[in-house]
């Protein structure tokens, strides 16, 4: 998995990591940036492994230059200088899940075949999940009649040699425990289909969480 935001103009990457083993976390470049994780509510670093607001400053950026740039984005297990321990490269790394604020304001909760969803919590639960890469939640209604019932199509990478019923049953399950819902419908596509599904390249942000539903005039 990757993180990444506009303003920064690069990514961060996880090391791939066993299925049995917790992800690596994003490793940064501070050759090229600087990053702070500082209380949201006080703007004040905080120590290494405490959760807060990530705070961006390029070193070698140009054009426009961002100083402690405030990105909106939460990370519940902060910052570690520790080596990785899949690469053992000493470069410092942001560890857990990220709340993307702009996602959250957009569409955190709807209501999704009578059940109340957060969708926050299970773009946790996907990223924790094993043998896939990225992936995209799509919202649609039954043959594209507004009148009819909401569907959700959850779209994959899946890592080669798995067993796509045996993950099509995980995802499943997955959703279902923290969201009440399994998906109507679990596809599996390759990485060229995902970064075109996501608008990577052409959107902003890479498009995690899309509705396609119909709305009535």
């Known amino acids: 998995a990757t993180y990444g935001f506009t303003e920064a103009k690069m990514a961060f990457a996880e090391c791939p990591a066993p299925a049995d083993r917790p992800p690596?976390?994003?490793?940064?470049?501070?050759?090229?940036?600087?990053?702070?994780?500082?209380?949201?509510?006080?703007?004040?670093?905080?120590?290494?492994?405490?959760?807060?607001?990530?705070?961006?400053?390029?070193?070698?950026?140009?054009?426009?230059?961002?100083?402690?740039?405030?990105?909106?984005?939460?990370?519940?297990?902060?910052?570690?200088?520790?080596?990785?321990?899949?690469?053992?490269?000493?470069?410092?790394?942001?560890?857990?899940?990220?709340?993307?604020?702009?996602?959250v304001r957009e569409m955190r909760l709807d209501k999704i075949k009578g059940t109340l969803v957060d969708f926050n919590e299970l773009e946790h639960i996907l990223d924790d999940a094993p043998h896939i890469g990225t992936w995209q939640l799509e919202l649609r209604k039954a043959r594209d009649d507004p009148n009819e019932l909401d569907e959700i199509l959850l779209h994959v990478e899946k890592t080669n040699g798995v067993d796509e019923a045996s993950l099509r049953s995980d995802l499943s399950e997955r959703c279902y425990k923290v969201a009440g819902i399994h998906p109507n419908g679990i596809v599996f596509h390759d990485g060229g289909k995902m970064r075109e599904l996501q608008g990577v390249g052409t959107q902003l942000k890479e498009q995690r969480l899309v509705d396609h539903r119909p709305r009535n005039k």
Do not use: K, Q, W
Request: with cysteine; net charge negative; aromatic share 6%.
């Open 24 to 103: 690596s976390g994003y490793h940064l470049y501070p050759d090229l940036a600087i990053v702070e994780i500082v209380d949201p509510a006080t703007g004040r670093p905080v120590p290494d492994g405490h959760p807060g607001e990530i705070v961006f400053t390029p070193r070698a950026a140009r054009g426009t230059v961002v100083l402690r740039y405030r990105t909106g984005d939460c990370i519940d297990g902060g910052l570690t200088h520790e080596p990785c321990p899949y690469c053992h490269r000493a470069v410092p790394r942001l560890m857990g899940n990220i709340s993307r604020a702009s996602e």
